[in-house]
């Protein structure tokens, strides 16, 4: 099993920033693929950004140039610097990794998520 928590969350105003982060525990061989998702209220969880072993990243195109996405493989942790946010920005943000049991096998787990909320 792998356990994640996030931090960092908030309330900022607009053009304000901040950033999340996300911890991976427990047992497992590694992390593969660690992402963000986020869902506002009555609208579906949509990834914001991905970043894989080896650092390739990927952005949902309302957040290129104002959101990124880092890690820390030694701690096992995932990162989102938000910058510029915007309104549009408030939902509930959720980590996800796939991990390596040590069996070999894959499994995605997710966060408990975390508010951002961004005034106007």
């Known amino acids: 099993q792998v356990q994640l928590v996030e931090s960092g969350g908030g309330l900022v105003q607009t053009g304000g920033s901040l950033r999340l982060s996300c911890a991976a525990s427990?047992?497992?061989?590694?992390?593969?693929?660690m992402a963000w998702y986020r869902q506002a209220p009555g609208k579906e969880r949509d990834l914001v950004a991905l970043?894989?072993?080896?650092?390739?990243?990927n952005y949902a195109d309302s957040v290129k140039g104002r959101f990124t996405i880092s890690r820390d493989n030694a701690k096992n942790t995932v990162y989102l610097q938000m910058n510029s946010l915007k309104p549009e920005d408030t939902a509930v943000y959720y980590c996800?990794?796939?991990?390596?049991?040590?069996?070999?096998?894959?499994?995605?787990?997710w966060g408990r998520g975390t508010q951002v909320t961004v005034a106007s």
């Open positions: 996800e990794v796939r991990a390596v049991s040590p069996g070999g096998s894959t499994k995605y787990y």
């Open positions: 427990g047992s497992f061989l590694a992390i593969d693929n």
């Open positions: 970043i894989i072993s080896g650092g390739t990243t």
